[in-house]
């Protein structure tokens, strides 16, 4: 199995930080943050890479979530409101160093963010407008399946609860366009995370999703690893196991099981 776009993102992280050196105090991505989506979460915008191990595919990330206005409320409130970008692409690795681009999915929007106290720990919620929509590429060779239009326009809300071990978060997505429209308009979401709350250390998370599509069909994310704080970002080691309907578009409704390892950065 060769990691190649992993080994190159250690390589440029590894120089980047030999050449500055390590700085004094590392800021991980999430100080300061209103909301933190929890690390399984497929939609959570991120920078990196991942390989499939049992399958010749690598997938790509490049995007970011950034609150733009923050502001402080009574009883230590805090608000924000942001916008976010994300890309994620399905790469096949072939000899030579060639990767024809098999899908790619875009999704952006604006958020409200807000977190207050709670009884040991904090609360936090967020509420979304997004845009999704999914795009064939060049790559695209595999005859056994036929890509489709494939875009959608929703409001979420997501509220999480946060303690000093670990976090348990619920949402629900209201989809008001879609293409198809045979996808259900309301989908509700759940997650957990251990450890890795402060941006550092290890952690275990698990993401779940129901959609109907004819019938219910369910979604389910678990992804553990290490997380490496960095000057003003967080660098995430991770493994992942995806079963359920497709996060790329133009192959959806189909269901797939991936068994991944990545690096992904947060925060830049």
Not at 49 to 56: G, K
Not at 86 to 91: E, G, T, V
Not at 239 to 255: A, C, I, L, Q, T
Request: glycine letters at 10%.
């Amino acid at each position: 199995m060769r990691l190649y776009p992993i080994t190159l993102l250690v390589v440029l992280f590894s120089t980047s930080t030999t050449a500055g050196g390590i700085p004094d105090t590392l800021r991980p991505s999430n100080e300061g943050i209103v909301f933190v989506p929890i690390p399984a979460d497929p939609f959570y915008a991120r920078i990196g890479a991942s390989e499939d191990i049992h399958n010749v595919r690598t997938e790509l990330f490049a995007g970011r979530s950034v609150e733009l206005f923050r502001w402080a409320g009574e009883d230590h409130a805090r608000y924000s409101a942001g916008a976010e970008f994300f890309i994620w692409s399905l790469l096949r690795r072939e000899p030579k160093f060639r990767f024809p681009v098999e899908a790619a999915d875009y999704f952006f929007g604006v958020t409200l963010n807000s977190q207050r106290p709670a009884v040991g720990g904090a609360f936090s919620a967020r509420l979304r407008l997004s845009h999704m929509s999914a795009h064939a590429v060049d790559g695209v060779f595999d005859s056994t399946y036929k890509p489709r239009v494939y875009s959608r326009e929703f409001v979420s809300f997501a509220a999480a609860l946060e303690r000093s071990l670990f976090k348990v978060s619920a949402g629900l997505s209201y989809l008001f366009h879609s293409i198809p429209d045979t996808i259900g308009e309301i989908q509700p979401e759940f997650g957990v995370q251990i450890g890795g709350l402060q941006g550092e250390g290890f952690y275990a998370s698990g993401w779940f999703l129901l959609q109907k599509i004819a019938a219910f069909q369910s979604t389910a994310v678990l992804r553990a690893g290490f997380l490496l704080p960095a000057d003003g970002a967080t660098v995430d080691f991770f493994g992942e196991y995806f079963n359920g309907v497709s996060k790329y578009g133009s192959r959806f409704p189909m269901r797939e099981e991936r068994l991944s390892a990545g690096i992904t950065v947060l925060g830049w």
